[in-house]
Structure formats: structure tokens, C-alpha cells
């Protein structure tokens, strides 16, 4: 049979206080006969022993309810002070009981009130004492699993950093970024500006909206046509950018950098050629979900990928408290439906 255990330092705590309180509870009531007479001390702490574990057991039932209808830790007052008043009552009146079990089976015994009353106070002392130490074990206990949170979340915020900072300064892009631009400068010095400004727009965003937790949709889809426009110069007509989003969704906000990330995403793991045009469609639904999704043509040596980006959208949406972002991949197109906060 399983006793109900409050917490896994449930007999260490017996250990220490169930000696002292037998003892002196029994000193309490019997008097200096429970030391004296060893018939009446192993009477008397025979039945206190046994009452003690049925009455710790009960407490621990009734502490085990009381957290469950006080689960919030911020709660911590109320729940003392019920777990208190709770298993004070429950004490008392196993002490009772055992005043009228002696009464009957130890030699000797004397009823007095007097005494009684003592033990009664005796007992009260003793539940402070143990529901004080649970209270603070449970609060140590929340402590340290508040800390294993806050450090996991740095730790995650860290990580997201850093691989925020790996996508803003993504080599690839930039080395391919560049050659477009230098092969430009001969054919096209025109669009050799353009490209330089929409370029030097990209890594402006990057390096300015990447400290703020959120930002306007509004500004990552102005960003992202200016991304777009990178890419749409190196690939030509074989990379399409179709935008449709509901009128009022611009304020709402996500994480910064969320859809170059997936917009990289796709260019990065998907063919892209005139006879295979890689499309990126852009939508939101009435439930205030942004849509990212393109038709899947998986390189047939698909590009080495740790997951970077796609993990850094969830730690970023998990830091923030918001519902994750969902994805989906049918065979046939790939989708990612993001929370707009």
C-alpha cells in the first residue's frame, strides 16, 4: 500500500519531528511516569506512534487537496493559512482521540485537563513548524523551477540572437548579393543603383528592427519587398512574390525578421528556374494568422540545414508567450501559419 507523501522529504521530516513530538506530547500527558515506568513508555509511545503516522498521512491528504484548489504559487498565503487551520483541527482531534485511548490502555493515567489543554497547544506549535517547513520547501522547489525557466529562456533568447545574427549577415546572400551587383555595374548601371539602395535598405532593417521584440506587419512587408527585389533580381521570372492581405491586419505585430526568414527558407531548399518558377504567396485569415506559403520542388541535393531559421521564429513567438507558429508540408506546397499579436 502507497501512503499519500506531500513532498520527497516526507521521511527525513518524520525522522526529525515525530521523536521530539512523541516524546514530548507523551511527557505532556502522562507525565514524568512515561519516563519512569518503561511498562507505560512503551504503551504509551506504541499508541502515539501509530496515531502519528495515521494523523501525518491525513494531513498530507488534506495539504494535497488544498494545493489542488490553490495551484497558483502566488497563492501561497491563502494556502498556508487553510493547510494550517486544516491540519491544526485534524491534530487536535487525533489527540483527543488518544487522551481516550489512554485512558483505557495506559496504566495508571491520570485525565487532566490541564495537561490536555497543554498538548493541545503542543500540537498546534508543531503544525506551525510543519506546515512553515512544506511552505517553504514548496516555495524553494517553485524558486528553482522559476530559475531553470529564466535560464532556459535566456539561454533560448541567446541562441535566437545569435542566429538572427547568422541570417542578417548570411554570407551566401551577401557574396550573391554582391556578384549581382558588380555584374550589373557593367550592363545596367541604372539598375546597379536600384539594386545598391534596396540593398542597402535590406541591411538597414536588419540591423535596426532585430532589437525590438515586435514590429508592425506594415514594416516587414515594405522590408520585404525591398528583400523581394534582391532576389527577384538574381533569379528573374523565376521567382514570384504574391501579397494578399486583409485590409486592417497591417497594425497587428509579429517578431521582426520573420518573413525574411522564411522567405529565405524557401528560396534556399527550392529549385528555382523559368520551367520551375518558385512561388511565395503571402495571406492572412480572419483569425488573424499570417500565411507564408510556396509550392514545394525540393533541390535534388537538398541544401545542409540545421533548422536555424524556422527554430528561431518558435523561440522568438515562445519568449513573448504567444501561441507557436504552425507548419505544414502536404508533398505539394509548404505552409507556415503565424500568430499576428
Known amino acids: 500500500m502507497k501512503f499519500p507523501s506531500y513532498s520527497r ?29 518503561y511498562r507505560v513508555f512503551g504503551i504509551a509511545t506504541g499508541v502515539l ?8 498521512y491525513v494531513n498530507n491528504i488534506i495539504a494535497l487537496k488544498i494545493n489542488e484548489m490553490y495551484p497558483d504559487p502566488r497563492e501561497y498565503l491563502i494556502r498556508a493559512i487553510r493547510r494550517f487551520i486544516a491540519c491544526t483541527i485534524s491534530s487536535c482531534l ?66 535566437a540572437e545569435l542566429a538572427a545574427l547568422r541570417q542578417q549577415v548570411n554570407p551566401h546572400f551577401l557574396f550573391n548579393s554582391l556578384n549581382t551587383l558588380i555584374s550589373l555595374i557593367g550592363e545596367n548601371p541604372r539598375q546597379a543603383e536600384e539594386f545598391a539602395e534596396e540593398l542597402s535598405s535590406v541591411y538597414r532593417y536588419l540591423l535596426r528592427n532585430n532589437v525590438d521584440s515586435l514590429t508592425p506587419l506594415s514594416n516587414e512587408l515594405e522590408f520585404i519587398q525591398s528583400y523581394f527585389h534582391l532576389l527577384k ?16 491586419t497591417e497594425t497587428a505585430q509579429l517578431p521582426p525578421l520573420t518573413l525574411q526568414l522564411l522567405i529565405e527558407n524557401a528560396v534556399k531548399h ?63 506546397e509548404f505552409r507556415v501559419r503565424l500568430p499576428l499579436v
Not at 9 to 37: H, K, R, T
Not at 49 to 56: D, E, K, P, Y
Not at 289 to 300: A, E, G, M, S, T
Open 233 to 248: 533580381t538574381r533569379h528573374g521570372d523565376a521567382l514570384s512574390l504574391v501579397t494578399e492581405i486583409h485590409p486592417g
Open 49 to 56: 506512534l501509530g496515531i502519528s503516522f495515521l494523523n501525518w
Open 9 to 37: 522529504y516526507d521521511s527525513l521530516l518524520q525522522a526529525i519531528v515525530l521523536p521530539l513530538y512523541i516524546g514530548g506530547l507523551n511527557w505532556l500527558l502522562v507525565g514524568n511516569d512515561y519516563w519512569m515506568d
Open 94 to 159: 487525533h489527540v483527543l482521540s488518544l487522551y481516550f485511548i489512554y485512558q483505557q490502555v495506559v496504566p495508571a493515567f491520570d485525565p487532566d485537563p490541564g495537561r490536555l489543554s497543554l498538548a493541545l497547544l503542543f500540537t498546534t506549535v508543531i503544525v506551525v513548524i510543519v506546515v512553515a517547513t512544506y511552505e517553504s520547501i514548496d516555495s524553494f522547489d517553485y524558486w528553482q523551477q522559476s530559475r531553470r525557466q529564466v535560464d532556459t529562456l535566456i539561454k533560448a533568447q541567446l541562441e
Open 270 to 332: 527550392n529549385i528555382i528556374l523559368p520551367d520551375q518558377p518558385l512561388t511565395i504567396i503571402l495571406t492572412t485569415d480572419e483569425n488573424r494568422h499570417l500565411i507564408v506559403r510556396n509550392n514545394l520542388q525540393r533541390k535534388p541535393s537538398r541544401a545542409l540545414s540545421n533548422g536555424v531559421g524556422l527554430s528561431n521564429i518558435l523561440s522568438k513567438y515562445r519568449m513573448l508567450g504567444q501561441p507557436v507558429p504552425t507548419i505544414e508540408d502536404d508533398g505539394r
